[in-house]
Structure formats: structure tokens, C-alpha cells
């Protein structure tokens, strides 16, 4: 599980959410860097003096305060120092990777004030809208402070960026082929944008063993949205690939004007290779720096005979 938001209970000051006379939903604006999506929202909360009150959270979107997904609602036994206490969604939302999203908290006075902590944030991060508390407004219309609230969402990962404005990476996995020789056609890569647009893209096959690169597909100029498609490269030629050997499949994009995700889960133990460089030529060998994700990259393959396999290796001695 992966978290965006603020992790610390902060100690500048206390958001009060709810009072006598009035109740508040407050929280904070945090950007989610990678595809996900949302199980829960944690926040950090305590009583004047301890009881029991109503609180949920929810999450919008920051570009529209359109309201995105709301947690379920507990009855809380609050004390008087501050405790984190975890809702969940009943529906968990998608989240697109670098998108900023308010994540917000609302309780239900009824006899002791609730707050929430705060440290120093950006200009204008932290949001609030005075409402009596009941159903979450969509849109949100809130006023601003310079607060960053101790609050976070909790979200599982399904993809990361592998093209931004700050770099562009070569992005790979290893993967296994069958026991037996064969002849790989095409990848095909799961990818996302943050908006909609168009990106050059392009793959690679490497040998995990000497990290040399054994063949790239067609450059393609792919229309990518803001939901993950497959998106199929042509290998130019089609490359063979010999059994007992692990390949890295990698996808490359160029960066426009909007981040570019492809789809990942977690993996094995430094499964994922990447290296930072700008969008051009392949690398040959690749300089990979490792993590542990399953990049969603597939091939297609033909397997050869053993007797067609001998053949072509034969072949491939008396050229060299």
C-alpha cells in the first residue's frame, strides 16, 4: 500500500471541525503521483474533553471541487490528545497519477469541540467550508488557509510515471519465457496519461544477464487517456529469444505537455529496471536502477522447434 497526503501529527495548531454552533469540513490539497486506487482516508483527531461524536471523510478533486468518493462514518471515542483514526470507502475511487486532490474531514458536534492538527503548508493548501454536518456538498466550496492537516489516503497502486517534465525513463520488467526457444512479434504496454494526449512510444528487449539490447519495436504515436488501454508495438524485426534465458521488456515515451503512467503492480524482489534518460535512442547496454514492480508489458511470441532452434543457431555461428 502506497499513501499521498500528511503523515505527521502536526503541531502548529488544531483545524477546529466542529463546535457549538457550527462544524466545519477542513483538510488539505496533496498531489497522488501514481495511478491508484483509494481504500481509505486516515486523520489525526481529538476532544476537548473525551467522547463520542460522527466523523467521515471524503476526497475531491482539486481542479473542479468536484466531490470524488466519501468514507464510511464511525462514532468515534475521542479523547483529549491527538489519536489516528482510519475510514474506509465503501466504494473505492480510481485516482489519476499527478492530480491534486483536497482530502477533507467533518465531524458532528455535540458537546465538545473536535479538532484536528496543522502544520505550516503552502499558500492556500489548506481548505475549509462551514456547513452543518450531514451530506458532503459536491461542489465543495471552500475558503483557504496556509495549513497542511494531518491527513492521508491510504491507496493501492496501479501505475507510475515513466514520463514527466522533470525526466524521461526507460521502464522494464524482467520476464520469463517458456522453456524452449521462440520469436517474439510484438509488446504490448498498458498506459494511462494524467490528460488526455498524444506521446511517441516505443519498446525494447533486453538480456537481464548483460543487460544488452537484443532488439526495439516501431516508434508509435499513441492517443492515451486518462484510464489505462493496451496500446500493441510491432518488434522491427521480430527478435528470437532463447530458453533459459531472462529478458527485461521496456517501454520509453516521450514527454509533451502531460505526465504518461504505465499500468504496474508489485513484483518480486528488484523484478522492475529503469534509467532516467531523455527520450531518443535506446541504450545499449542499459544503466538500470531497480524496484520491485511488475510492469503490465506483454509479448508476443511464437516458440521455435528445437529442430528449427539447432538450425537458425547454427546459422547464426557461421555469420559471426
Same mark, same amino acid.
Given at each position: 500500500?502506497?499513501?499521498?497526503?500528511?503523515?505527521?501529527?502536526?503541531?502548529?495548531?488544531?483545524?477546529?471541525?466542529?463546535?457549538?454552533? $457550527? #462544524?466545519? *469540513?477542513?483538510?488539505?490539497?496533496?498531489?497522488?503521483? /501514481?495511478?491508484?486506487?483509494?481504500?481509505?482516508?486516515?486523520?489525526?483527531?481529538?476532544?476537548?474533553?473525551?467522547?463520542?461524536?460522527?466523523?467521515?471523510?471524503?476526497?475531491?478533486k482539486h481542479s473542479d471541487l468536484s466531490l470524488l468518493a466519501q468514507t464510511e462514518e464511525r462514532n468515534l471515542a475521542l479523547t483529549?490528545?491527538?489519536? $489516528?483514526?482510519?475510514?474506509?470507502?465503501?466504494? =473505492?475511487?480510481?485516482? *489519476?497519477?499527478?492530480?491534486?486532490?483536497?482530502?477533507?474531514? $467533518?465531524?458532528? @458536534?455535540?458537546?465538545?469541540?473536535?479538532?484536528?492538527?496543522?502544520?505550516?503548508?503552502?499558500?492556500?493548501?489548506?481548505?475549509k467550508q462551514t456547513l452543518a454536518y450531514g451530506a458532503f456538498p459536491n461542489p465543495l466550496v471552500p475558503s483557504h488557509q496556509n495549513?497542511?492537516?494531518?491527513?492521508?489516503?491510504?491507496?493501492?497502486?496501479?501505475?507510475?510515471?515513466?514520463?514527466?517534465?522533470?525526466?524521461?525513463?526507460?521502464?522494464?520488467?524482467i520476464y520469463t519465457f517458456p522453456n524452449q526457444d521462440c520469436n517474439i512479434m510484438n509488446i504490448t504496454v498498458s498506459l494511462a496519461?494524467?490528460?488526455?494526449?498524444?506521446? %511517441?512510444?516505443?519498446?525494447?528487449?533486453?538480456?537481464?544477464?548483460?543487460?544488452?539490447?537484443?532488439?526495439?519495436? #516501431?516508434?508509435?504515436?499513441?492517443?492515451?487517456?486518462?484510464?489505462?488501454?493496451?496500446?500493441?508495438?510491432?518488434?522491427? =524485426?521480430?527478435?528470437?529469444?532463447?530458453?533459459?534465458? /531472462?529478458?527485461?521488456?521496456?517501454? $520509453?515515451?516521450?514527454?509533451?505537455?502531460?505526465?504518461? @503512467?504505465?499500468?504496474?503492480?508489485?513484483?518480486?524482489?528488484?523484478?522492475?529496471?529503469?534509467?532516467?534518460?531523455?527520450?531518443?535512442?535506446?541504450?545499449?547496454?542499459?544503466?538500470?536502477?531497480? %524496484?520491485?514492480?511488475?510492469?503490465? *508489458?506483454?509479448?508476443?511470441?511464437?516458440?521455435?522447434? =528445437?529442430?528449427?532452434?539447432?538450425?537458425?543457431?547454427?546459422?547464426?555461428?557461421?555469420?559471426?
Amino acid at each position: 500500500m502506497a499513501t499521498f497526503g500528511y503523515t505527521t501529527i502536526g503541531t502548529t495548531g488544531g483545524l477546529t471541525i466542529a463546535a457549538v454552533g $457550527w #462544524e466545519d *469540513i477542513s483538510g488539505s490539497v496533496f498531489t497522488c503521483t /501514481e495511478f491508484g486506487t483509494a481504500t481509505s482516508i486516515t486523520v489525526a483527531l481529538k476532544r476537548t474533553v473525551a467522547g463520542s461524536d460522527n466523523v467521515k471523510c471524503a476526497i475531491y478533486k482539486h481542479s473542479d471541487l468536484s466531490l470524488l468518493a466519501q468514507t464510511e462514518e464511525r462514532n468515534l471515542a475521542l479523547t483529549t490528545s491527538y489519536v $489516528w483514526y482510519t475510514f474506509t470507502f465503501a466504494t =473505492p475511487p480510481s485516482l *489519476i497519477g499527478g492530480t491534486d486532490y483536497i482530502l477533507v474531514v $467533518w465531524g458532528d @458536534y455535540t458537546a465538545q469541540n473536535i479538532t484536528c492538527p496543522y502544520d505550516n503548508g503552502d499558500a492556500n493548501q489548506g481548505h475549509k467550508q462551514t456547513l452543518a454536518y450531514g451530506a458532503f456538498p459536491n461542489p465543495l466550496v471552500p475558503s483557504h488557509q496556509n495549513t497542511k492537516a494531518s491527513i492521508y489516503c491510504t491507496y493501492t497502486m496501479t501505475g507510475v510515471a515513466i514520463a514527466s517534465a522533470a525526466n524521461e525513463t526507460i521502464a522494464g520488467s524482467i520476464y520469463t519465457f517458456p522453456n524452449q526457444d521462440c520469436n517474439i512479434m510484438n509488446i504490448t504496454v498498458s498506459l494511462a496519461r494524467t490528460s488526455a494526449g498524444s506521446n %511517441n512510444v516505443k519498446c525494447a528487449v533486453y538480456r537481464h544477464d548483460t543487460l544488452a539490447l537484443v532488439g526495439t519495436s #516501431e516508434e508509435v504515436s499513441c492517443s492515451l487517456t486518462t484510464s489505462f488501454a493496451n496500446y500493441t508495438f510491432t518488434m522491427v =524485426p521480430g527478435r528470437r529469444i532463447l530458453k533459459d534465458v /531472462e529478458y527485461i521488456l521496456a517501454v $520509453w515515451a516521450d514527454y509533451t505537455a502531460s505526465n504518461i @503512467y504505465v499500468a504496474a503492480t508489485a513484483g518480486s524482489t528488484n523484478q522492475g529496471h529503469t534509467e532516467t534518460k531523455a527520450y531518443g535512442t535506446f541504450s545499449d547496454p542499459l544503466a538500470p536502477t531497480h %524496484n520491485d514492480y511488475a510492469y503490465t *508489458i506483454t509479448p508476443t511470441y511464437h516458440k521455435v522447434s =528445437p529442430f528449427f532452434a539447432k538450425v537458425l543457431a547454427q546459422l547464426e555461428r557461421a555469420s559471426s
